[in-house]
């Protein structure tokens, strides 16, 4: 249950079937997903803009698109496929802290960054390979506390949280979404935190 003083209206909390609210109730599935498409996948039509560039998912460059391919030729399913980019990821990227705005080209060429970094590359690569996939901004618990944090969600026949920052091909149910889009655009999460608490509810 989130609480706090913030106006959660400007929050859209319900993204099915990664995360659903009630109110301020919200429940977050961590599991693989029930439904996976072949590799490459057949992409709903209102899905596709997941697998466009953007100017900062530069996933038309040929760098990326060359490493998306290498990553996942011979993928048995778009599951593997995305896995196996989130692995890439997840050992390629050192971490280190940033100020920046960052870009994939400059992640793919410098692979350093924090969750941001490993964000965008991760959605860059899979729109590279033609899987759907977007960035989420929110909050997480580590080290006892909520904390701003970023993560992707990839489309493998369905939306599945996926968080190679923390090496978890599945992000763990503390992954709360706030927001969805572009970096930039992302700054309103920065108005909840440090002014919301959370109260964990034990699944009956």
């Known amino acids: 249950v989130l609480q706090g003083e913030v106006d959660w209206s400007q929050f859209d909390l319900n993204i099915p079937p990664v995360q659903t609210a009630a109110g301020?109730?919200?429940t977050v599935s961590n599991s693989i997903p029930d439904?996976?498409?072949?590799?490459p996948p057949s992409i709903p039509e209102e899905l596709r803009d997941?697998?466009?560039?953007e100017a900062m998912i530069q996933c038309d460059d040929p760098v990326i698109t060359e490493k998306a391919a290498s990553l996942t030729e011979g993928s048995g399913d778009s599951w593997e496929a995305a896995r196996r980019i989130a692995s890439f990821v997840d050992t390629s990227v050192e971490n280190s802290p940033t100020v920046s705005l960052p870009s994939a080209v400059d992640v793919m060429d410098n692979l350093r960054g924090d969750c941001n970094e490993h964000t965008i590359l991760t959605v860059a690569l899979a729109r590279a390979?033609?899987?759907?996939?977007r960035?989420?901004?929110g909050v997480v618990y580590l080290n006892?506390?909520?904390g701003y944090h970023?993560?992707?969600m990839i489309w493998t026949g369905e939306w599945v949280s996926m968080d190679p920052?923390?090496?978890q091909y599945v992000a763990d149910g503390t992954h709360i979404i706030l927001a969805i889009g572009d970096l930039e655009s992302q700054y309103v999460v920065n108005s909840a935190i440090g002014r919301l608490s959370i109260i964990e509810l034990e699944k009956d």
């Open 50 to 53: 997941y697998t466009l560039p």
């Open 24 to 26: 301020c109730t919200v």
């Open 129 to 133: 390979a033609g899987l759907p996939a």
């Open 144 to 146: 006892g506390s909520f």
């Open 135 to 137: 960035i989420c901004a």
């Open 165 to 167: 920052t923390f090496s």
């Open 35 to 39: 439904h996976i498409e072949q590799f």
């Open 150 to 152: 970023a993560w992707p």
